[in-house]
């Protein structure tokens, strides 16, 4: 759950030349919209460690309501 309308995954996925704050332009920088506190790769560090698995976000998709 993204606070904000991430274009990208991660700091890597960036352009060169991308305009814009990276923990705006990134999912896995941006906090968890019900505990501001932890961002999203905390979130997937914590599955990772519960479960042992290793775990990637590759895709995302983003639905908006409201509209």
Request: glycine share 8%.
């Given at each position: 759950m993204?606070a904000?309308?991430?274009?990208f995954v991660?700091?890597?996925?960036?352009?060169?030349?991308?305009?814009?704050?990276p923990?705006?332009?990134?999912?896995?920088?941006q906090?968890?919209?019900?505990?501001?506190?932890?961002?999203?790769?905390?979130?997937?560090?914590?599955?990772i460690?519960?479960?042992?698995?290793?775990?990637?976000?590759?895709?995302f998709?983003?639905f908006e309501l409201?509209?």
């Open positions: 993204a904000t309308n991430p274009q991660a700091p890597e996925d960036v352009p060169e030349g991308a305009e814009g704050d923990k705006e332009l990134c999912l896995l920088l906090p968890f919209v019900r505990d501001e506190s932890v961002s999203i790769q905390d979130m997937v560090n914590e599955a460690r519960k479960t042992g698995e290793n775990i990637r976000v590759r895709r998709a983003r409201g509209r």
